[in-house]
């Protein structure tokens, strides 16, 4: 089985201050991971994803997530928070081919930027 | 190219009545999911599809809920004898890979509402 924690249910930062939103995972095999952001009233966009190689992976809009297996974790980041990063983030973990391949959510975070 | 779409994207229905969802997913996408996302709940599976192989219907609530995709591509949800506890917004998403390490995409979604 599987399972995402995500640290902080709402996270404020400054504009122009680095962003840092947690997430821990348990899996019983390698996991793929993944972020999803969602703004009001969309459905859910892929942010970035691991799967196997290198553990540093950078995705859309600035943000990357490193891969850590000896701390279970795959946590955000930004260097410099946008107004328009304001919105709900979602890591998700499967198994990909060696279980089950639906997505499993943490809660999500939410992220408000402040001028 | 076009995203996952889904119809429609608000239904109001009566307790008890049954509903239909439409999800038509991203073209050559061979893999396909329904999730479903409510405030008490998060995220959660409802089913997946993948190729022609028997559907996992592992996250389906209860035996009012099923689905179908219909020549490999567009699929439908139906929920029968609708309950309040079924509103929620119900989100499909596409995957070009079977181990889903490409990622999931998702559409905006069909927010339901049972009065």
């Known amino acids: 089985a599987q399972s995402v924690t995500q640290l902080g249910s709402h996270v404020s930062v400054s504009e122009g201050a680095l962003v840092l939103l947690r997430c821990n995972y348990s899996?019983?095999?390698?996991?793929?991971l993944f972020w999803y952001v969602q703004y009001p009233n969309q459905g859910l966009q892929l942010l970035l994803k691991?799967?196997?190689?290198?553990?540093l992976v950078k995705g859309i809009n600035g943000f990357e997530a490193e891969f850590k297996k000896s701390e279970t974790s795959f946590h955000l980041t930004k260097p410099s928070a946008h107004m328009s990063d304001a919105a709900e983030y979602f890591c998700a973990v499967t198994l990909g081919d060696t279980g089950r391949r639906a997505l499993t959510f943490g809660s999500g975070t939410r992220l408000q930027v402040q001028p | 190219g076009a995203g996952v779409s889904q119809s429609p994207s608000n239904k109001v229905t009566e307790k008890g009545k049954d509903v239909e969802l439409r999800c038509d997913p991203i073209?050559?996408?061979?893999?396909l999911y329904w999730y479903r996302q409510s405030l008490g709940q998060g995220l959660e599976f409802l089913i997946y599809?993948?190729?022609?192989?028997?559907?996992?219907k592992s996250g389906l609530p209860s035996d009012r809920f099923s689905a179908e995709r219909t020549g490999g591509s567009v699929s439908t949800l139906t929920i029968q004898r609708t309950q309040q506890e079924d509103s929620a917004v119900y989100l499909c998403a596409s995957s070009p890979s079977p181990s889903g390490g490409a990622g999931q995409f998702f559409g905006p979604g069909t927010r339901l509402t049972v009065l």
């Open positions: 691991y799967t196997t190689g290198a553990t």
């Open positions: 073209s050559g996408h061979t893999a």
């Open positions: 599809f993948q190729g022609n192989s028997a559907p996992d």
């Open positions: 899996s019983s095999v390698p996991p793929y």
